[in-house]
């Protein structure tokens, strides 16, 4: 009896290390591995709030190939994110050419709302360590681990305060009225 308590618990502590270490996505495919890899980590933010624990990020090359994916393990934080370079020597596109530009989309799971584009800010991370600040956009190349701070922002917050508001309101009334009166001029 207690030897097949212990099988059990063994059992447990494999799938621990084995399954619930390495969450598989569950809203953006697999991209395929390649040898040529870059590493993005870095903190994420949706809306003024931590990114939850199960929460989705996905680089996408500008042939629209996925290349990168990361399932948050951490509330805040990610990484590191093996983004997949092209392999010259297969006739599919796996992934990214040297300074190819990486767009980011982030899959909220609690919501089950996808952001993209204009709704992403990035900004360079300084960590120290191995790491350096990405570039935005970021930029892949092989054998590089970058930072980057993700906010993801409600389309239409001009002031940036986490709320569509009057505030907003009346920065885009001021902006339609300066193009008004420009085009009548
Ligand atoms: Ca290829
Ligand atoms: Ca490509």
């Given at each position: 009896m207690k030897t097949k308590n212990l099988k059990i618990i063994f059992f447990l502590l494999f799938i621990n290390i084995f399954f619930i270490n390495e969450l598989k996505s569950q809203y953006f495919k697999q991209p395929i591995p390649t040898p040529y890899v870059c590493d993005y980590i870095g903190t994420i933010k949706i809306i003024g709030y931590n990114a939850s624990q199960g929460d989705e990020i996905a680089f996408y090359d500008p042939d629209g190939v996925i290349c990168g994916v990361f399932v948050l393990k951490k509330d805040g934080v990610f990484g590191m994110v093996h983004i997949y370079g092209d392999d010259?020597?297969?006739?599919?596109?796996e992934g990214a050419k040297s300074h190819d530009k990486l767009e980011v989309k982030i899959w909220?799971?609690?919501?089950n709302i996808l952001y993209s584009n204009k709704n992403i800010f990035l900004k360079p991370l300084i960590i120290g360590g191995t790491a350096s600040p990405s570039e935005i956009p970021p930029k892949w190349q092989t054998n590089g681990i970058y930072a980057v701070e993700i906010s993801v922002l409600l389309a239409g917050d001009i002031n940036l305060n986490f709320k569509l508001d009057l505030g907003d309101a009346f920065i885009l009334i001021e902006k339609l009225s300066l193009n008004q009166i420009n085009k009548n001029n």
């Open positions: 010259p020597t297969t006739m599919i596109d909220d799971s609690k919501k």
